[in-house]
């Protein structure tokens, strides 16, 4: 079955060191996005990609980047990791045309300490 | 993206209907509306969308009203697994457009499904 996984699912990390974290779907879909959820702010998006070599920054996306070398993989990477950027992190997936739902992964749950 | 408003909780007894109003008296006429949920820990779940018309499926059932300022998401026959965060969620579907694709969670409503 498709499906769209994250890892790892927990992190811990110090201050100032670089994050990588790692989203993969194999539906093959064209679109995919990075969303943090914190108390109180509900899920907000940090960054999204509408295809191979397409990335589009968020509401949320200071200290964070992403890369799309290819349709399966959405990595997001935190350049210098800030105590701020201690959250869930939840990646997800859609057809590219957006009509129909978005496939969320099982979170990062990330501590940076 | 037309904003919506949601109640911030609601209660419902195990084996009844659960009936979560949305407003979204601003919505257009190339918006639809999406429900999506979260159970505590978990990825937030696609429910169901629609237009204009009424949807169901082996979930919930959506009810727009004619004027499409609000709408209903009924879960017929709750469960203790159907508490969680439910989003009401109004988008454009414009390919091209700003919103293309994106999904804007506001703070939903909290069902609790009690025994």
């Known amino acids: 079955d498709a499906e769209i996984t994250q890892s790892p699912r927990h992190k811990i990390t110090e201050t100032g060191r670089q994050v990588t974290l790692a989203c993969h779907q194999t539906?093959?879909?064209?679109?995919m996005f990075w969303y943090r959820q914190d108390l109180g702010h509900g899920l907000r998006l940090i960054h999204y990609?509408?295809?191979?070599?397409?990335?589009n920054k968020g509401e949320v996306s200071d200290g964070y980047s992403v890369s799309r070398s290819n349709t399966e993989d959405l990595p997001l990477t935190l350049e210098s990791a800030a105590s701020s950027q201690t959250s869930v992190y939840f990646c997800?997936?859609?057809?590219?045309?957006?009509?129909?739902?978005?496939?969320f992964g099982p979170g990062t749950r990330l501590t940076v300490t | 993206d037309a904003k919506t408003t949601q109640p911030t909780s609601m209660d419902c007894a195990e084996g009844r209907a659960a009936n979560l109003p949305c407003n979204h008296s601003?919505?257009?006429?190339?918006?639809?509306v999406y429900w999506y949920r979260q159970i505590h820990s978990q990825g937030p779940q696609y429910i169901i969308h629609?237009?204009?018309n009424n949807e169901t499926n082996e979930m919930a059932s959506l009810i727009i009203t004619e004027d499409r300022k609000s709408s209903t998401l009924i879960l017929p026959h709750a469960t203790l697994r159907d508490t969680a965060v439910y989003y009401c969620?109004?988008?454009?579907?414009?390919?091209?457009?700003?919103?293309?694709?994106?999904?804007?969670f506001g703070q939903g409503t909290i069902l609790t499904v009690h025994p």
């Open positions: 629609g237009l204009k």
């Open positions: 539906w093959n879909h064209n679109n």
């Open positions: 990609s509408y295809g191979v070599h397409d990335t």
């Open positions: 997800a997936s859609s057809d590219r045309l957006g009509l129909h739902e978005q496939y």
């Open positions: 601003t919505i257009s006429g190339n918006e639809y």
């Open positions: 969620i109004v988008r454009a579907l414009n390919a091209g457009g700003t919103s293309y694709g994106k999904l804007t």
